[in-house]
């Protein structure tokens, strides 16, 4: 059973750069056909996209953020990695990092992290 | 690349069934065979429910059913029981490794 684990600081400050973390266990980040994603949720609000990784290190933004975000992944700590630059309190949300499968099987989000809570705040 | 539209709540009562809405587009929902259904409960991460449109993840029961008709797809959830009552999100494949959500629906069972 695959699990992921997001970790990273609770609280940025405004203008600075959120780092999040999202640890894989139970199977390989390096296995085919899985992108490995960042979603967020805005407190009492819907689920948005912000990008995915291959295990390659390609890269897939969502638009809107795609100028202040960097997704990276380490193959070898079986880990990737959000950034997100400049951030204001919009930014305040809960991110949850997830595997979104994409291959002849099915394309959907399979397993979840549990989400951890980003406050952007002086 | 704009968010699917959903209700923003629907209701019923036990055993009824109850459908929702998806709407997107032709570069999305009408473009693709992609859409797939979110299930979230307070405090919990989103599950997976249905995925290309009308598939079911074993372990989610039958009373959960897609469906798709040009660029709106819909989820019904019949026998509506009590632990149904959650926030229920459509996902689709934009194009170009895009992903789009939906806006989320309140599902409330009487």
């Known amino acids: 059973q695959v699990q992921l684990q997001e970790s990273g600081p609770g609280l940025v400050k405004p203008s600075q750069t959120l780092s999040l973390t999202c640890t894989v266990s139970g199977g390989s980040i390096s296995s085919g056909g899985y992108y490995w994603s960042w979603i967020r949720q805005h407190p009492g609000k819907g689920l948005e996209w912000i990008g995915y990784?291959?295990?390659?290190?390609?890269?897939y933004y969502n638009p809107s953020l795609k100028s202040r975000v960097t997704i990276s992944v380490d193959t070898s700590k079986n880990q990737f990695s959000l950034k997100l630059s400049s951030v204001t309190a919009a930014d305040t949300a809960v991110y949850y990092c997830a595997s979104y499968r994409a291959d002849p099987t099915g394309f959907h989000f399979d397993y979840w992290g549990q989400g951890t809570l980003v406050t952007v705040s002086s | 690349q704009s968010a699917l539209t959903q209700p923003r709540s629907v209701s019923g009562s036990p055993g009824q069934s109850v459908t929702i809405s998806c709407t997107g587009t032709?570069?999305?929902?009408?473009?693709?065979?992609?859409v797939s259904w979110y299930q979230q409960h307070p405090g919990k991460a989103p599950k997976l429910m249905i995925y290309?449109?009308?598939k079911r993840p074993s372990g989610v029961p039958d009373r959960f059913s897609g469906s798709k008709s040009g660029n709106t797809a819909s989820l019904t959830i019949s026998g509506l029981q009590a632990e149904d009552e959650a926030d229920y999100y459509c996902c689709s494949y934009a194009g170009s490794y895009s992903l789009v959500f939906g806006g989320g629906t309140k599902l409330t069972v009487l």
């Open positions: 032709s570069s999305d929902v009408g473009g693709y065979n992609y």
């Open positions: 990784i291959y295990y390659s290190g390609s890269t």
């Open positions: 290309d449109v009308s």
